[in-house]
């Protein structure tokens, strides 16, 4: 029987959007299903050991094979094609799974330990995985949270908030201590209790990266964030650093850094980093990434401009740990010279901050002294 879908807080109202979202496979499904292709999508929804792709990996598939995204990092991908194709056919949801224990773990690729769950549910305009694929994105397009839960054995899913909590509902998981610890870890998992499965899906906003200043450290940044899953802003009000002959691909404002930062309204998931050692941009800049959620404030520069920058910026703060969030000089020290190298260390510098937040950075070695 198909699941029976309860969309509670599901806008569908699309506000702007300059994310580059093409490669998330939900877009691909949505619109191979709109196209009347047969479409089933493939939700990865536990793992054990070193299964290689984390829960929450999806991959589409189309009734003609094709498909996009991954849940193995293509060890199994070839077998949940098939499931996908029977799916597809029954219109029925089903789970799969993977590991050395199983006779065809050999044959897929997972014979170094790991073991892996797929949920695999039809993904055609009438169903409601479509549904919940049009739910998800448009949360995603609006910046917001959503979490879609999935009673896997009663078939039966539900869409809230997280900010409001999970639906009144007399099914005693929804009120259980493990969903309350899931919603707090705002990571997607799989909750078992008493002989009953439901998986946690989270949603969240896309990650976006702010570079202050169109110079060669952005050049070098720009696409490595892309590759990581930001989008990504160039900001200079200087017109002839930012063209798109120099950022292909790129969204580029060519506006004054404050006025920028304040229409775009950075939040919780958003990084500002300012390269163009200029106070009049940098600062100005900086001044409203203080006075935001972003997880991640770089400026770059030497440790006596870094100094000078915060004496500046104290007239504003004062000094306190507001200003302590600014990570200056910009980077892990890793010896970093060239704007590549350079572009890397921020890259890695914010991954920490990502990963691990500024309150347990991970342990890396002491940046030298500048010259």
């Given at each position: 029987?198909?699941?029976?879908?309860?969309?509670?807080?599901?806008?569908?109202?699309?506000?702007?959007?300059?994310?580059?979202?093409?490669?998330?496979?939900?877009v691909?499904?949505?619109?191979?299903?709109?196209?009347?292709?047969?479409?089933?999508?493939?939700?990865?929804?536990?793992?054990?050991?070193?299964?290689?792709?984390?829960?929450g990996?999806?991959?589409?598939?189309?009734?003609?094979?094709?498909?996009?995204?991954?849940?193995?990092?293509?060890?199994?991908?070839?077998?949940?094609?098939?499931?996908?194709?029977?799916?597809?056919?029954?219109?029925?949801?089903?789970?799969?799974?993977?590991?050395?224990?199983?006779?065809?773990?050999?044959?897929?690729?997972?014979?170094?330990?790991?073991?892996?769950?797929?949920?695999?549910?039809?993904?055609?305009?009438?169903?409601?995985?479509?549904?919940?694929a049009?739910?998800?994105?448009?949360a995603?397009?609006?910046?917001?949270?959503?979490v879609?839960?999935?009673?896997?054995?009663?078939?039966?899913?539900?869409?809230?908030?997280?900010?409001?909590?999970?639906?009144?509902?007399?099914?005693?998981?929804?009120?259980?201590?493990?969903?309350?610890?899931?919603?707090?870890?705002?990571?997607?998992?799989?909750?078992e209790?008493?002989?009953?499965?439901?998986?946690?899906?989270?949603?969240?906003?896309?990650?976006?990266?702010?570079?202050?200043?169109?110079?060669?450290?952005?050049?070098?940044?720009?696409?490595?964030?892309?590759?990581?899953?930001?989008?990504?802003?160039v900001?200079?009000?200087?017109?002839?650093?930012?063209?798109?002959?120099?950022?292909?691909?790129?969204?580029?404002?060519?506006?004054?850094?404050?006025?920028?930062?304040?229409?775009?309204?950075?939040?919780?998931?958003?990084?500002?980093?300012?390269?163009?050692?200029?106070?009049?941009?940098?600062?100005?800049?900086?001044?409203?990434?203080?006075?935001?959620?972003?997880?991640?404030?770089?400026s770059?520069?030497s440790?006596?401009?870094?100094?000078?920058?915060?004496?500046?910026?104290?007239?504003?703060?004062?000094?306190?740990?507001?200003?302590l969030?600014?990570?200056?000089?910009?980077?892990?020290?890793?010896?970093?010279?060239?704007?590549?190298?350079?572009?890397?260390?921020?890259?890695?510098?914010?991954?920490?901050y990502?990963?691990?937040?500024?309150?347990?950075?991970?342990?890396?070695?002491?940046?030298?002294?500048?010259?």
């Amino acid at each position: 029987m198909p699941m029976g879908l309860e969309i509670m807080k599901a806008q569908h109202d699309f506000g702007p959007d300059h994310g580059r979202g093409a490669d998330d496979p939900l877009v691909h499904g949505v619109a191979w299903a709109e196209q009347d292709h047969g479409v089933a999508l493939a939700t990865v929804i536990s793992t054990w050991g070193s299964a290689p792709r984390p829960v929450g990996s999806q991959l589409v598939i189309r009734d003609d094979e094709a498909f996009e995204g991954s849940v193995s990092g293509g060890c199994v991908e070839g077998a949940v094609i098939l499931d996908a194709l029977d799916v597809m056919k029954s219109g029925v949801p089903k789970i799969v799974e993977f590991g050395v224990a199983d006779a065809t773990a050999f044959e897929v690729g997972l014979a170094c330990g790991g073991r892996i769950a797929i949920f695999i549910e039809p993904l055609s305009l009438k169903s409601d995985g479509f549904k919940a694929a049009k739910a998800l994105l448009a949360a995603k397009k609006a910046r917001r949270s959503l979490v879609r839960l999935i009673d896997l054995r009663q078939q039966k899913s539900w869409f809230f908030d997280p900010a409001d909590g999970p639906p009144s509902d007399p099914d005693p998981l929804l009120s259980s201590a493990a969903l309350v610890q899931a919603l707090q870890s705002a990571r997607s998992q799989l909750i078992e209790q008493d002989g009953e499965r439901l998986f946690f899906q989270i949603e969240q906003p896309a990650l976006r990266l702010y570079l202050i200043g169109a110079v060669h450290i952005a050049q070098a940044l720009a696409p490595m964030a892309k590759a990581v899953g930001y989008d990504v802003t160039v900001i200079d009000p200087r017109g002839a650093f930012a063209t798109s002959a120099r950022f292909s691909d790129v969204r580029l404002l060519e506006a004054w850094p404050d006025e920028a930062l304040l229409a775009e309204r950075p939040d919780e998931r958003s990084a500002v980093v300012t390269l163009t050692h200029d106070p009049k941009l940098d600062d100005a800049a900086l001044r409203v990434a203080l006075d935001s959620k972003v997880f991640y404030i770089g400026s770059l520069g030497s440790r006596k401009t870094h100094k000078a920058r915060l004496e500046r910026l104290s007239a504003d703060f004062g000094k306190n740990d507001t200003l302590l969030r600014i990570c200056g000089p910009v980077g892990l020290a890793i010896g970093a010279r060239t704007p590549a190298e350079i572009a890397i260390s921020i890259m890695a510098q914010m991954t920490q901050y990502l990963r691990s937040g500024p309150e347990n950075p991970i342990p890396f070695a002491p940046r030298p002294k500048d010259a």
